[in-house]
């Protein structure tokens, strides 16, 4: 089974009849007044091109702070059917809720995924997402009175 794509979202709605999913506010930044601070909850969704045969591996989902020290870590166990042509299926995905991440510094974090045929690895990294951490942007200075932003116009 070979990874097509990786996405940080908010939230991930999948509909029960058609397994259709919707991702909702993909991101690549997460702001933050202050650090250390509990960054908002995060869709770690990975989708995969199935194959021609059955795949079974394990998947984990780790994000590290810009130190490389490791935050959090979510697993999961992925079965995917054969693919049968004409009829599938084409696409397997997973997804990971990542909650109370606690962010000890600003800059860029990782979002790392990983597979081992043993759930206790040894893990192979498949893919990297690089995640900034900041403070909100500073806003534009309000229009004075007058009409005119600059000082003394």
């Known amino acids: 089974m070979a990874l097509v794509a990786t996405v940080l979202a908010d939230s991930v709605v999948v509909d029960a009849l058609s397994n259709r999913m919707s991702l909702l506010n993909l991101f690549d930044t997460w702001i933050v007044p202050e650090v250390p601070a509990t960054l908002s909850t995060t869709a770690v969704v990975t989708v995969y091109e199935t194959e021609e045969q059955p795949c079974e591996v394990f998947e984990r989902v780790r994000v590290l702070g810009p130190d490389g020290a490791a935050l959090m870590e979510s697993r999961s166990h992925l079965r995917t059917p054969a693919r049968v042509p004409m009829e599938g299926p084409y696409v397997h995905s997973s997804i990971h809720f990542i909650n109370g ?53």
């Open 101 to 153: 991440v606690l962010a000890h510094a600003f800059g860029e974090h990782s979002v790392i995924i990983e597979h081992s045929t043993n759930q206790d690895g040894p893990w192979t990294q498949v893919a990297r997402r690089t995640v900034l951490v900041r403070r909100p942007p500073e806003r534009a200075a309000a229009p004075s009175p007058t009409g005119s932003a600059r000082p003394g116009a």
